[in-house]
């Protein structure tokens, strides 16, 4: 998808940037979209100066993102990845210490905890609906065995209200060819979006 090479571009000359932003840098790295990052929103590998990104954060819709667009999702993204560089680094380190947060600061996204890091299940493709409440599932894998909604049926399992399968969908990955306006309008705020642009805060 050419929109998609083009965002892999552009986040790597951020990326570089945020990288520039913070004490100390970082050595190069490397930023590339890979259809196998599939629990998170990205990687990193420390050792070889690489961050790779989930491209299935473009199988969701705006709505379902806490920053509202692919576009901020992904920055934010590129962000929080730029200062694991740059910690590990300087520093050997690797985790979401006080001096993590401080330094994402620096590039304008306030410390929000795990919810920083994305939906894990962006690549879902089975759904799954409670028989009782219509509450929804998404998975990445069938479920084995008798699951009932944990909403209606807390801690144990109860068949009057069973999650049933609604919706197999394609391969995650060939289902992102549907998804290609998405990308271009994400490279389009990309575009015209100032790197220093702070992020908005995210509700807990
Ligand atoms: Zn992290
Ligand atoms: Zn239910």
Same mark, same amino acid.
């Given at each position: 998808?050419? +929109? ?12 570089? *940037? ?43 819709? $705006?709505?379902?993102? $806490? ?8 920055? &934010?993204?590129? /962000? ?17 210490? +006080? ?5 994402? &600061? ?22 799954? &609906? ?7 599932? /998404? ?31 394609? +391969?995650?990955?060939?289902?992102? *060819? ?17 790197? /220093?642009?702070?992020? $908005?805060?995210?509700?807990?």
């Amino acid at each position: 998808m050419r +929109a998609l090479q083009a965002l892999e571009d552009l986040a790597n000359e951020r990326f570089d *940037a945020y990288l520039a932003l913070l004490p100390g840098g970082a050595p190069p790295h490397r930023v590339e979209f890979s259809r196998r990052i599939t629990t998170s929103w990205a990687l990193i590998y420390y050792r070889r100066h690489l961050v790779r990104l989930s491209p299935y954060l473009f199988l969701l819709d $705006p709505a379902d993102l $806490p920053r509202g667009t692919h576009w901020r999702e992904l920055d &934010a993204t590129l /962000r929080h990845e730029a200062v694991h560089a740059n910690l590990y680094a300087r520093r050997g380190e690797t985790g979401h210490s +006080a001096e993590f947060h401080r330094r994402l &600061a620096r590039l304008g996204v306030e410390a929000n905890g795990e919810r920083d890091l994305g939906p894990e299940n962006a690549a879902f493709r089975f759904v799954y &609906a409670c028989r009782q409440c219509d509450q929804r599932w /998404r998975r990445r894998h069938p479920l084995r065995g008798n699951w009932s909604c944990g909403a209606c049926a807390p801690g144990r399992y109860d068949p009057a209200c069973r999650m049933e399968l609604r919706e197999e969908l394609g +391969a995650p990955w060939a289902r992102l *060819a549907d998804r290609a306006a998405l990308v271009e309008c994400a490279l389009a705020e990309a575009q015209r979006t100032p790197l /220093r642009e702070p992020l $908005p805060t995210l509700r807990a």
